[in-house]
Every structure is written in structure tokens, then in C-alpha cells.
């Protein structure tokens, strides 16, 4: 909500050749209670004076010797760094007012001036223009934050991984398809088998001991996106021994609820023996 008082100090700048109708909107605009309120009769400048001051509203006659009103908002625009023309143009042409907002004014004002016309014109823009401008810094604000939180939850995840490898034999992620996207930890050396191997992902000729039921249940869980705690898995070595681990994971999702993949952590329980022959 945009207080009278906001309104009331909103800044404004007028632009007329006729230092008359300059002097009569000043005057009204003062003694309606708006208190920043500045003027030119050189249409060149407006494009430097609203760099400088950033007028939240601008007075701008169409027909000016030298530079017109449309040569103004055009030049206005290709500075504009919020992507909003705070301009009512001020015509005595009825032909103009289309022509004015199809070029990006936001209202327009007849000539000669009707005072209350004018007065309610101002305010309800003025209006428009603080609100518009408080969303802009509000979302701003909101990028800002959403920022924050984002190397936030960065630095937490580096530090979670860091963690992960220490307390576990391997650490993985893998993305939103299944596939593998980092892996820490001997899993080659200790397991004997690519890790593209542990979720089944093997050759039709390969045998890998895993346990089939296993294997599927967890699976079944990853497909399903739900978390997991020292889900049993076991393996059957060619020499008669068994490796049994105990696998963990959640799924990942980024700041917006999108899912995005899995990560987990496993550690063997169990020592790989030899069989012993007769």
C-alpha cells in the first residue's frame, strides 16, 4: 500500500516549452503538497536529468520546438533501466493521445488544463508508479535472498559430501535418468565391479553375485524416490564368500521442489573370506 505521504514526497519533473504552463503546474503541484518537484523548458536534457534523479513522474509537452515529445520518450526508453516510462504527455492534439501511449506514455493530460483533471491524473500515476517500483525492489530483494540460500545450501552440500566420504567406503550421486554423476571412494578396488554394476546396470553376460531380490527392492525404492537407512545389500564372490554393505540415500531436489536426482553413501560390513576347500 503507497502512503499519502509517499505520494506527496514522489519526485516530478516537468517539461514544457511555455514557461506559462510551466509556472501554472508548478504552483499546482505545490500547493496540492508535493514537495520535490523540478522543470525545464530544454527538452535535450530530460534524458540526463532523469539519469541523475530518476523521476518517479514526468510532465512531458508533445509539441517542442527542436526535440518533440516522441523524440524525448524515445530517448527515455533506450535509457530506461527498469523497463517503465513514467510519462504523462501533455497535448492540446486529440490525435496525439494514442499516438502518445502507442509510443509508451503511461496517460496523458489535455490542453488547456483542466485542474482537478490534472491533480487526479498525478496522484492515481503517481500511485501506480510507487507500486510498481516497491514490487521491483521487492523481487529484488526475493532474487537477493533466493541467492543467499543457494550458496547457502552449496556450502552445506560441500560440507555433507566432505562428511559422507569420511564416515563411508563410497559416496555417489547420480541424476534425475539414473545416471552416475560423481563417485568418491574405492568402489572399483573394493567392490571388484563398475559402479554402473551396482544398481544392475551390467552386460548381459556378466555375473555379479548380487542378490537379485535385493537389488530390485532398492530399485524399487530409488524409483519410487524414497529415502533409505542401512538398506541390507549382499554379494556372492565366485570363490564361495559373501561381501555384505549397508546403503543409504535420499533424493535430491533443487531450490524450486524439482527432483533432481539421488545421492547415498554405502560401507561393507562384512570381510571378503576365502572358502575353504576339502
Not at 49 to 76: K, S, T
Not at 100 to 118: M, Y
Not at 143 to 164: C, I, N
Request: hydrophobic share 35%; net charge negative; with cysteine.
Amino acid at each position: 500500500m503507497v502512503s499519502t505521504v509517499d505520494i506527496l514526497n514522489a519526485s516530478i519533473l516537468i517539461v514544457d516549452d511555455q514557461d506559462s504552463n510551466v509556472r501554472l503546474l508548478e504552483q499546482m503541484l505545490r500547493e496540492a503538497g508535493y514537495r520535490c518537484v523540478a522543470s525545464t523548458m530544454d527538452p535535450g536534457v530530460v534524458c540526463e536529468l532523469h539519469r541523475d534523479h530518476r523521476y518517479d513522474l514526468i510532465l512531458l509537452d508533445l509539441q517542442m520546438p527542436g526535440m518533440d515529445g516522441f523524440q524525448v520518450m524515445e530517448g527515455l526508453k533506450s535509457d530506461s533501466s527498469d523497463g517503465y516510462l513514467p510519462v504523462i504527455v501533455l497535448t492540446a492534439q486529440p490525435g496525439h493521445k494514442l499516438r502518445a501511449l502507442q509510443a509508451g506514455a503511461k496517460d496523458f493530460i489535455s490542453k488547456p488544463f483542466d485542474l482537478v483533471e490534472v491533480k487526479t491524473r498525478i496522484h492515481n500515476m503517481l500511485e501506480v508508479r510507487l507500486l510498481y517500483r516497491a514490487l521491483a525492489d521487492y523481487n529484488e530483494r526475493l532474487e537477493q535472498a533466493v541467492q543467499e540460500r543457494t550458496a547457502e545450501l552449496r556450502e552445506s552440500e560441500a560440507r555433507y559430501r566432505g562428511l559422507t566420504e569420511l564416515a563411508a567406503d563410497w559416496y555417489w550421486e547420480q541424476n534425475e535418468t539414473g545416471s552416475y554423476t560423481q563417485v568418491c571412494g574405492p568402489v572399483q578396488e573394493m567392490l571388484g565391479i563398475r559402479v554402473t554394476d551396482f544398481l544392475g546396470q551390467t552386460s548381459a553376460d556378466e555375473t555379479t553375485g548380487w542378490d537379485e531380490a535385493e537389488r530390485e527392492q532398492l530399485q524399487a525404492q530409488i524409483a519410487a524416490r524414497e529415502p533409505f537407512l542401512d538398506f541390507a545389500f549382499s554379494r556372492a564372490n565366485a570363490d564361495g564368500s559373501t561381501q555384505k554393505f549397508r546403503v543409504s540415500g535420499e533424493p535430491m531436489f533443487n531450490p524450486s521442489g524439482r527432483y533432481v536426482g539421488y545421492r547415498g553413501i554405502g560401507v561393507e560390513v562384512s570381510t571378503k573370506h576365502s572358502s575353504v576347500r576339502a
